[in-house]
Every structure is written in C-alpha cells, then in structure tokens.
C-alpha cells in the first residue's frame, strides 16, 4: 500500500519539524501522536503529503487524535511567521499557542458551572458566621455576577473548592448546566462624544480591510465605549472580534462592562482559568459560538473562523511581551495577523509606546485622537514637590502629608503610590556596611516585616530577619529606604484617624483578594490606598481626589532605555485615577531631582511633548524605533561559560555591514537565582536586513559545542535590554 509522507510539529526544541508516514494525507492542523525516541508525543500536522526524504526510513503515526483540524491555515500561517521571525522551534511555537490540555492530546469533556438555589438567591446575605469571610465573598460574587464555571470560581482564589462544597452543603448553591443560561438584554451604552464618534466611522469604513489605528486618548477619554462600538459593527457584520488587554485579574471594571453590554457570546482567556475551561472557550471560538474573546497577551493565538477585528488595549503595556521561552509581543503579533486576514486592527492608549506612536507620526498608523473627556471627568492638577526643600518623615514630606489631611476632613480618598513592595528595600549594619545581600543573585534582600524576613524579588529566596549583624555581631542593623509596608506604618502614625489599606503583591494574593479590596474602596470603608502599580490599571473612584507619588525617582536614571517611556505612563496612569468634575483632582511629585526633564510634560499631563522629547533622544542613542535590535543571552553556573559562548556566537557574526554587534556585557543583574547572566546586543537600521542575518547566525549558534555549556535564548525586539 502506497503511504504518504506526513510533517509534524513537536514540543521539542528542536529548530525544525519531523517526518511521518500514514496510510493517507491529513489536513494540517490536525493532531497526531507519534513516536520519538523512547517517547510517545502529541503532535501537530504541519503539511501532507510532502516529499519523502530519501534514504531514511520514516516511523508511522501512532494515533489521530483529531477528525477536523485543530488550527486552520490562518493560524498555522501566523504560527509559521511566528516561528521565522522570533528565530524559534516551530514545534514551541505552535505548542506555545495551544492551552495545557490541548497540547497534550485531551478531548474535552463539558465542565460544571455553579449557581445560586433559590433559597440562596432570596436573602440579601445568608446568616453566615462573622468569620466566614471566603464563604461570603463567593456568594456574593454568585449573587453579582449569576452562575459561574468551576474553573471561574477556582481562578478566584486558591482553595475555594471547599468553600464551594460548603455553600452547596448548605443548599444555598447548585450545580447547573453549561454555557450559562442567556443573561440580561445588552445593557444600552452612553451617547458618543463627536470625536468618539469620528473615530468609530473611520475603523467601521475600514472593516474587511488591513489598517493599524492608533487610538490616542488620555484615561477617562472613553477608549472603551469606542470598542464596544466597534465591537458591534464587527458582529453586525457577522464577524469575530479579538480584543487583548494587560491584565484580566487587575481590570474586573472593563470586564464588568464588556459582560454587560455583550451578555452573550463573549470569551474571556487568561493564565487563572483552569486547563480544561481554557480549552473549552478554545473550542467555542474555533466553532465561532463565541463572537468576541477577551484576552491576556496569549489571546493573541486563540482560534477565530471569522476574524473581523482585533483591539489591543493598554498597547503600551509591558505584560504583552513575553519575557521567557518564545519572547513573542502580542501587539506585534496582532498587527501581523490583522494583516494577514485582511482585518483592521486598533491600538488603545494614554501613553503610546514610542515605537506605535512613530508609526503613528509616519502615517503607518492611522492616529485617531479623543482629546475630551467624560462629562463627570476633569483632568487633575499636578506638582512637582523638590524633596531637598522637604524635611520628609519616613518619605512622607510635610507637603504632601498636609494633603492628604485635607482630604481626610473633607472625607475624600486618596491614594499613595510606591512602586516597592516590602518595608524597606535595604537592611543595613552601620558598624561593617554589611547590607544583606541574596547569596544567589546580585541584589540586595528586602525587609518583609509582617512575617520577619529578608527575601530576594529576584529569585524569591527566603530566610529570617536576623537580630544581629551576622558579619560583625553589631545589635542595631538599620532599615533603609521605603517600602509600602513601611509607608503604611508610617501614614498610619501621621494619620491616626485615617483607615488605610495596602495594596501590592505581597497584601492581594488572589483575585478574590484585590476584588474586595475594591470593593472596600468603593464603599468609602477605606481612606487611603498605600501600593504598587497594581492599583493603577483603570478602577475609578468616585471620592479619590488626591494621589501622590512617593519616591518616583528611582525609575529616573533607570539604565535600560525604555525607563524614562515607562515611568511616564506608569505616573501618567495613577494620576488618571484623580478627579471628577464635581471634585478637581491633585497629584503631588515627590522628587530629588525637581529639574530632570520629564517632570514638565508630566505636569501638562502632555504625552505628545513627553514623546517629542524621548523620541529625539532614541534617534541620537540608536535605539527603537530608530533601530531594530536582538538580544542573545545566555546563562550558566560558571561565570566564564556565557562570556566565552557570546564571544564565539559574536565572532561567528563579524563581518556584515547589515548590523552592529555590541560588546559581550555582563546582565544588569549579573547574576540571578545562582546563574551568572551575560548578553550580546544586536542593532540594525533595517529589519529585513537584520532578519536575513539572524537566520543565518542563529543556524549557525545552534551547532557551537560552547552552546551546549549554557542556556541561550534569542530575544528579538527585546521589551528591555536587562
Ligand atoms: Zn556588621
Ligand atoms: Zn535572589
């Protein structure tokens, strides 16, 4: 019998795919398990037949798994760009793109969904124990947002399934059937502004056609509404629309209003979803049930039968760019495949990153501007405070204290931002300078007082607060610099009256966690909000009226070239969290460094002075937009491992007038967890130029003996050169 050759991809790391026989051809996409090695592994199919490769005998395919195929030939052509332009396995890639479950060969079985009994929905709150404060806070979640998948519940928090089991126990809830029961009528969105509304008519022209937006707009200028605008059109159409946000867990505001105004048909894919309803909102899309999929940065790849639109939310974000395995961008991603489906695709945001915001200036991108406001919005006052002329207590200068007291008697909110977590960054022995360093990265450890210890926010590594110097004895070690913990000890001692809450990775541990925190804040129960950057994603207050921000300038002199872009829209975020129109808003700067040049656009709260500035300055340095780059990094326990494979990967590369190769440098943070970090920086002023090279180079690293003494990753368009 006449058999065909079959290409698989597998979840190796392997730069190319592998050859199989079969009885007769299969569809690409389709999953097959196959021998390899010792193994048996879930596979891909690539392409059938293909030619046979003479002269080996070809092993025959185990097992089909799938009878239609899994991916369609959208998708397997954007894998394949995937692959070629990140210089990475397409095996990995592809199973990159796939949930858990799916990649290792799972078929689906429905999963359950819970809801309240009648009994349970009557009461306004069961007469829980005081204590019960889990049982509570999930029943709640039930009464507010209907019947929810197991796998909803379990991405609430870590160990709810007892408490699930209790309130079933109890009668107050049930088990019922999925997809949930159709919901409320679409809830009717506000009138657009004119220039929501012109930004709307120029995307919905553009459907069934390529074409990047950018749609520029400062927070409260209503991004959203425009989305779901353009939403509608796209499934007026009868089309899918793809939307990727940063962080699902830290918006459940958005994702209110988008499951309110899309009651059905909406699919919502991030990490905390179990695998299995992971794979099912999968499935749902790849049916084309589902019309719209909300997503975090691996959304990117979710299954669509009619791709009609793509929206890139907080475009700027860090989080969309993976920083491990296959560093892929999700923004970048998108525009590739908006392009390849012939769709058009929207970039939202308040602080561009500069390389859209170019493309914007270019005419690459069409720049669609809202520059109002919400009627109940008004755009808050900012200062700088020049902390040399501020005798600060604890980091709180007189000034910004004053403030916060104010707000206090007028019973208004505030919110203290401190970009690090911790209650002091540095133990410190006066007497031998000793400074607690982490024995297995070069950084120091933090003082976490709430469970007495010093840990690492590099490796995670752990251990007690010591009493005494362990190098000199000395009695007294000092804790220097601020931390949350520490501000909110030091607030609470300036600010008796005031109740205040924290809120950063080490406070909010799960969804459910952050959500009553929210929740808290929303019922006036809390006065001022000490935390990280976690509170600053979009929730809105309607009382908060001041926010300050303590200690901004470590991000002032940051060494990587995207830090001054990044504490600009960080600053630029948390004070769109302050002011209404009926109550004006204040941000107040604390700084050491009252003239450093990116205070005054911060002041104006103008982005466009800010980039005008920054975009000069990556011109004269050579960095992106101005110059494409590549990272190659490598790591290994000896220190002299990853030196000598960059300097043999850089001599392999010498020679091309297409690229610049860097110095082999030791990574900022030279050493991490116990392996020692150097990298190898790549620039190129085209990058069609610098993608034919790296082939090339990347084909010829991957045969070095000195490669296989290290681990060594490609990063290219690397979010920053750490
Ligand atoms: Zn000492
Ligand atoms: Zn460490």
Known sequence: MAEVTVRVALPVPLRRAFDYRHPTPLAPGVRVRVPFGRRVLAGIVLASPVAAPPGIALRAIAEVIDEAPLLNAEQLGLLQFVADYYHHAIGEVVFTA????????????????????????????????????????????????????????????????????????????????????????????????????????????????????????????????????????????????LILVPEIGLTPQLMARFRARLPDGLGVLHSGLSETERARVWGQAARGELTVIVGTRSAVFAPLKRLG???????????????DGLRYHARDIAIVRAQRAGVPVVLGSATPALESYRHALDGRYRLLRLPGRGPDRSLPRVTILDMGREAADGGLGPTLLAALRARLLRREQALVFLNRRGYAPVLLCPECRWHAPCERCDARLTVHLARKTLRCHHCGHERPLPATCPRCGHGRLLRVGEGTQRLEETLARALPEARIARIDRDTVTSRLAFEDLLTRMRARDIDILVGTQMLAKGHDFADLTLVGVVNADQGLFGSDFRAD???????????????????????????????????????????????????????????????????????????????????????????????????????????????????????????????AWLTTWVERIAQLPAGRQVRWSLDVDPHSLF
Do not use: N
């Open 565 to 691: 872009e990044q504490l600009f829209a960080q600053i630029m975020q948390v004070a769109g969290r302050a002011g209404r129109a009926a109550k004006a808003g204040e941000v107040i700067i604390q700084t050491h460094h009252p003239h450093h040049p990116l205070w005054s656009p911060l002041v104006a709260l103008d982005y466009e002075a800010f980039a005008e500035v920054a975009l000069k300055d990556r011109y004269e340095t050579g960095f992106p937009p101005y110059a494409h780059c590549a990272l190659l990094r490598a790591e290994a326990l000896k220190p002299e491992l990853p030196l000598r494979f960059l300097e043999t990967a850089r001599a392999l590369g010498q020679g091309s007038e297409a690229v610049t190769l860097g110095s082999v440098l030791p990574a900022t943070l030279a050493r991490r967890a116990g392996y020692y970090r150097a990298q190898l920086l790549v620039t190129s002023a085209h990058r069609p130029l610098l993608q």
């Open 309 to 323: 639109l793509i929206i890139v939310d907080e475009e700027h974000d860090g989080s969309l760019k993976q920083q």
């Open 98 to 241: 796939l949930p858990s479950a799916l990649k290792r060969g799972l078929v689906l079985t429905p999963p359950k969904a819970y809801r309240l009994t009648p009994a349970g929905a009557r009461s306004d709150a069961p007469p829980f124990p005081a204590r019960a404060h889990r049982r509570r806070a999930l029943w709640q979640a039930l009464k507010d947002r209907g019947p929810l998948a197991e796998g909803d519940v379990t991405a609430l928090a870590r160990g709810l399934k007892p408490v699930l089991a209790a309130l079933v126990r109890e009668g107050l809830v049930e088990v019922c059937e999925h997809p949930r029961p159709a919901g409320a009528p679409p809830a009717a969105g506000p009138v657009l502004r004119p220039d929501q509304e012109a930004a709307c008519a120029a995307v919905r022209a553009a459907l069934g056609t390529f074409q990047a937006f950018l749609l520029f707009g400062v927070t409260g200028s209503g991004k959203t509404e425009v989305y779901l605008e353009l939403i509608a059109a796209a499934r007026a159409r009868g089309d899918q629309a």
